[in-house]
Nanobody
Framework: QVQLVESGGGLVQAGGSLRLSCAAS????????MGWYRQAPGNERELVAR???????NDADFVKGRFTISRDNAKNTVYLQMNSLKPEDTAVYYC???????????????WGQGTQVTVSS
């Protein structure tokens, strides 16, 4: 009933920038918090940044000053602007959204399929 479609990943040199986008679609009544997580090989999935419907953000310490999360509520889209990328930022980045749908007004957590970000040294 809900799909999250990510785009914007790719290969970039250290110090470069990428912008990830994630658009939610489906029988959406309301989108609450949206966020980005990442998972590198052999590691657990970790929070990168999260943003509430009102625009309050929560960033992981390792991205402060480098990554910026934002959202466009009219487009049901969340963005992650990543600057000053480092090789250790290499991971699959996943979009996450807390959504209430029209189906019985059920509120659930949804995930995108992931987009690969590779930073070369």
């Amino acid at each position: 009933q809900v799909q999250l479609v990510e785009s914007g990943g790719g290969l970039v040199q250290a110090g470069g920038s990428l912008r990830l986008s994630c658009a939610a679609s489906g029988r959406i009544l309301r989108i609450h918090a949206m966020g980005w997580y990442r998972q590198a090989p052999g590691n657990e999935r970790e929070l990168v940044a999260r943003i509430t419907s009102g625009g309050s953000t929560n960033d992981a310490d390792f991205v402060k000053g480098r990554f910026t999360i934002s959202r466009d509520n009219a487009k049901n889209t969340v963005y992650l602007q990543m600057n000053s990328l480092k090789p250790e930022d290499t991971a699959v980045y996943y979009c996450n959204a807390d959504i209430t749908t029209w189906a019985n007004y059920r509120r659930d957590d949804y995930w995108g399929q992931g987009t690969q970000v590779t930073v070369s040294s």
